[in-house]
C-alpha cells in the first residue's frame, strides 16, 4: 500500500530533503489506526524529463497488525517510472490535437531517459482514460465542498467523444489549481495537485 504525500516539487528537491532521513509525519494504519512506526526505506529509479534519478522510498509498518506502507511523493504514482508531469505534458499536448504520437514520443525521449515508444504513450492516455471519469466526479464533489457557489460545469466546454472525460478533469482541475495556488505550487502539475486529496481515486 502506499501514502502519497506532498514531499517536496522535483526529485531534487525530495532529495535534497529526504535522501538521507524520511520524513517525520505521522501516519495511521489503514486497517487499525494505530501510529505506524517507521521501517526501513528502498530505492527506486524515476524519469524527469531529462534525467533519471535513484531516490529511497520510505517505509512505515504498523506495531500492532503488522501492515506496511510506503511514503510516495504526490510527484509519482506506484510502480510508474515517469513522473507524473511528465505524463501529465504528453496528455495535454495530445489532447490538443496537434501532436502526433510519433512526435510526441520523440519529444519525450531522450539520451538519459531513453526512447520512449508510441506505445508507452497510448498506453498512458488509456490510463488516464480510464480514470478520469472517476476523478472528474470525485473533484467536482471536492468543488462543491469548497466552494459551494460554483457550478462546476461552467467551467469547462461541454465536450462529447471518447476523452470528454479527461478534458473535464484538466480543465475543473485547472480551475481547481488557480483557487489554491499557494498550495498548490508545491506540486507539479495538476496530477500531483490532486494525487494526495484525502479519498481520491487511484493515483493518477
Ligand atoms: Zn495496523
New binding site residues.
Given amino acids: 500500500m502506499s501514502i502519497i504525500l506532498s514531499l517536496g516539487r522535483t526529485v531534487q528537491a525530495y532529495l535534497r530533503q529526504y535522501g538521507e532521513h524520511g520524513p517525520g509525519v505521522v501516519v495511521h ?1 489503514g ?4 501510529g505506524m512506526q517507521r521501517h526501513g526505506r528502498y530505492w527506486r529509479w524515476v524519469v524527469m524529463p531529462r534525467r533519471m534519478y535513484h531516490m529511497p522510498v520510505y517505509r512505515r509498518r ?1 506495531p ?4 506496511t506502507c510506503s511514503l510516495l511523493p504526490d510527484f509519482l504514482r506506484p510502480y510508474a517510472r515517469f513522473v507524473t508531469l511528465v505524463r501529465e505534458g504528453v496528455l495535454r499536448r495530445r489532447l490538443r490535437g496537434r501532436w502526433s504520437w510519433g512526435a510526441l514520443a520523440e519529444k519525450a525521449s531522450s539520451f538519459t531517459v531513453g526512447l520512449l515508444s508510441e506505445k508507452t504513450l497510448r498506453r498512458w492516455l488509456a490510463g488516464a482514460r480510464q480514470v478520469a471519469g472517476a476523478w472528474g466526479q470525485f473533484l467536482a464533489q471536492y468543488i462543491l465542498q469548497g466552494w459551494p457557489a460554483t457550478d462546476v460545469f461552467s467551467l469547462t466546454r461541454r465536450r462529447d467523444g471518447v476523452d470528454a472525460a479527461l478534458h473535464f478533469l484538466l480543465e475543473v482541475g485547472d480551475w481547481y489549481r488557480r483557487q489554491v495556488v499557494v498550495q498548490a505550487g508545491q506540486h507539479p502539475g495538476l496530477f500531483a495537485a490532486l494525487n494526495h486529496l484525502v479519498g481520491a481515486p487511484p493515483p493518477l
Wanted: hydrophobic letters at 0%; glycine letters at 20%; one cysteine or more.
Fill in positions: 494504519c486497517r487499525c489506526g494505530c504498523c500492532q497488525c503488522k501492515g
